[in-house]
């Protein structure tokens, strides 16, 4: 499991966000998953048309259609237009994981830049991360690091996560408790090896910290049903 260190940082994260950022992106509390129920692609679009059709799905789950945001290419030269440009490599489209992980921590970007005040914390790419999950997708960056992993271990990965992988389980971990996920909701797209390190993380939270939960249960919604 991570440090205490990390869950003290996280918990501190989570509760700035959801004081500071603009309510509609933080309304929903679901876990988003790599399957067709969340993401029923049209299986005729190819290219910028089947990047923009993920985007979309992304916006949606995150709470942030109402947000100008949009997708760019990277290569290609960007017509004026107001909003906030999300970049990506038109690779990722063979990888879609990496894709709608590369979309939500560009949105996540926005979300932690357009808060106010600002961050206890400084502005890194850990934060950044950590608003990706809390949106609803840290299902996704434990995916994206096991390809990149089985790449080689020197590979470049301008998608992979900035949090390590027991941090990004912990994360996903806490997520879980505070939305009432049951667990089997979310260990039936983690590797064998993940689910240990997630299970080890919902036990730890658990027990030893208590006062990071009440803490944040008092400032999430509502969750939508049952946990465990």
Known sequence: MAPGGFIDWLVEAWAWLRHAAT????????IVTPTPVDFPIDPQLEGE???EDYFLFVREHAGLMDWPLWVLPEGEDAQPQEGFPIPYDPS?????CALVWRFARGSAYYV???AAPPPPMDEDERLVDATAIYLGFGLFPTTVMLRSHRRGPFVVCESCPALSEPELLTALALYGILGEIPDRTIEAHLTPRARSVYRAAVKGL???HAWGL?????LMPPPRGPYR
């Open 112 to 114: 932690v830049q357009t």
């Open 92 to 96: 990722l489209l063979d990888n879609p």
């Open 214 to 218: 009440a803490r944040l249960r008092g």
């Open 49 to 51: 048309d089947l990047a």
């Open 206 to 208: 658990l027990r030893h």
């Open 23 to 30: 309510p509609s992106a933080l309304a929903r509390r679901h």
